[in-house]
């Protein structure tokens, strides 16, 4: 179920936890959070440091201390078509 925002949240908690549920695991996992429901009142508000912890979010090399992300896979149609020419064709 998506994490929903409600208005008596502290905004930055809810940011903080939304982010968290984005971005865990690269987000390349089946239960990243990439819907959230958050109450129009505050809408604007979590918005805007959403995007500040995303865009300050640090990405490089994952034996870095300092790195938050590392590598993420972006080539999933060559690697889907990979397993599939080694299903069809053993």
């Not at 502290?10 to 903080?16: E, F, R």
């Not at 440091?49 to 870095?64: Q, Y």
């Not at 790195?67 to 299903?87: D, L, M, S, W």
Request: aromatic share 12%.
């Amino acid at each position: 179920m998506p994490p929903h925002i409600c208005v008596f949240l502290l905004v930055d908690y809810a940011v903080s936890v939304a982010h968290r549920a984005i971005f865990t695991n690269a987000a390349q996992n089946c239960t990243a959070g990439s819907r959230t429901f958050v109450h129009a009142k505050i809408y604007d508000q979590f918005i805007a440091k959403s995007i500040e912890l995303a865009t300050n979010r640090v990405l490089g090399d994952p034996f870095d201390a300092m790195t938050e992300q590392g590598p993420q896979v972006n080539h999933f149609a060559k690697r889907e078509k990979n397993i599939c020419e080694y299903c069809f064709y053993r």
